[in-house]
């Protein structure tokens, strides 16, 4: 099955962070499932580019069979209301682009926090 997993701040095994979403599409790919992860290009703990920045484009990594696509979104998120309603809306439009350049999904993952993480999904 070709699962396409959504989250906004995805954490690997060793990054800062949460990494039980590492952890679920490493047990996916295990069962033998084809797994792409759509994510934010920004460190949340920093709100600094995770990897620098090619202009606006996606950059991809293939981390233990994971294909991950690290999208563009505005950095220094933090500083206020604004700034991270802007961060959330370019992961949203930038993630809708990278998800028609992947193969079709047989399911597709949305972990939404934020909420419109989920209204990606739904798309």
Not at 16 to 36: A, L, P, T
């Amino acid at each position: 099955m070709r699962i396409v997993y959504l989250k906004l701040a995805y954490s690997l095994e060793d990054d800062y962070g949460s990494e039980r979403d590492y952890y679920i599409c490493k047990k996916m790919i295990e069962n033998g499932h084809h797994v792409s992860v759509v994510t934010s290009n920004i460190n949340y703990k920093t709100s600094l580019p995770k990897y620098p920045n090619r202009g606006m484009r996606t950059i991809f990594r293939n981390h233990n069979g994971i294909n991950i696509y690290y999208v563009y979104t505005l950095s220094g998120f933090k500083s206020n209301f604004f700034r991270r309603l802007i961060y959330y809306f370019t992961y949203c439009l930038f993630a809708l682009i990278a998800i028609r350049h992947i193969k079709k999904a047989d399911a597709i993952y949305a972990v939404s926090v934020p909420l419109p993480v989920g209204i990606i999904g739904y798309i």
